[in-house]
């Protein structure tokens, strides 16, 4: 499991200091990022990368609210699914928060679905959810 620390700013909340529920996603996807580049998948993030990964799927459970200043953590897991790659996430401050998943799908340059590459699926051998959250 990968951890990511996000601080809650005040452009991310609504006049009441609530986290936006929109924002969650955001969490979701810097903590995506930054699992990529702690595997030195990074390039694949990039435009002129062989492969892109088109979002197919979102699911979010919003349990508890987050506010201006909270310390976040957020908790990824991800694991394949033939083409697929899908991501768990928690999101922590204290208590679970939020729970979310996306699901992705690799794309060549004329944006059609292909195999994941190689690379990525070793670095996927090794992960695996060690629970289901959502």
């Given at each position: 499991?990968?951890?990511?620390?996000?601080?809650?700013q005040?452009?991310?909340?609504d006049?009441?200091?609530?986290v936006?529920?929109?924002?969650?996603?955001?969490?979701?996807?810097?903590?995506?990022?930054?699992?990529a580049?702690?595997?030195?998948?990074?390039?694949?993030?990039?435009?002129?990368?062989?492969?892109?990964?088109?979002?197919?799927?979102?699911?979010?459970?919003?349990?508890?609210?987050?506010?201006?200043g909270?310390?976040?953590?957020?908790?990824?897991?991800?694991?394949?699914?033939?083409?697929?790659?899908e991501?768990?996430?928690?999101?922590?401050?204290?208590?679970v928060?939020?729970?979310?998943?996306t699901?992705?799908?690799?794309?060549?340059s004329?944006?059609k679905?292909?195999k994941?590459?190689?690379?990525?699926?070793?670095?996927?051998?090794g992960?695996?959810?060690?629970?289901?959250?959502?």
């Amino acid at each position: 499991m990968f951890q990511f620390k996000h601080k809650v700013q005040f452009y991310e909340t609504d006049q009441m200091g609530i986290v936006h529920h929109s924002n969650y996603l955001r969490f979701c996807e810097e903590a995506r990022v930054a699992w990529a580049h702690h595997h030195g998948l990074i390039d694949y993030q990039k435009p002129q990368s062989a492969a892109h990964f088109a979002v197919l799927e979102t699911q979010v459970k919003h349990l508890k609210p987050a506010f201006f200043g909270d310390d976040l953590d957020v908790w990824v897991q991800a694991r394949s699914q033939g083409i697929r790659i899908e991501f768990q996430y928690k999101i922590v401050k204290e208590e679970v928060l939020v729970l979310a998943q996306t699901v992705h799908v690799p794309l060549n340059s004329e944006l059609k679905p292909m195999k994941l590459p190689k690379e990525i699926k070793e670095i996927l051998k090794g992960e695996s959810w060690k629970e289901i959250w959502l």
